[in-house]
């Protein structure tokens, strides 16, 4: 069963259940390089691991990039 998120403001169905980290292991995002916040509040990275994404959630991912 697909679980269907908004991810950066963008619809993105799952097809199975997750967790932070799990997900951005699967875009192939570095945890140290993003920041994500879930349903309007920040999350601590430690929590990455223990936090299971449902449907419906609102996500947005910031990540950070090199520069000068």
Not at 23 to 44: C, D, F, T
Not at 49 to 60: M, N, T, V
Request: aromatic content about 4%; hydrophobic content about 45%; charged content about 20%.
């Amino acid at each position: 069963m697909d679980i269907v998120v908004t991810v950066n403001g963008k619809e993105t169905q799952l097809a199975q259940a997750m967790t932070i980290a799990e997900y951005l292991a699967s875009r192939e995002l570095k945890v140290r390089l993003v920041v994500v916040e879930l349903n309007g509040e920040i999350i601590n990275r430690a929590d990455y691991p223990s936090i299971s994404l449902s449907a419906g959630d609102q996500i947005e991912i910031v990540h950070f990039v090199g520069g000068g």
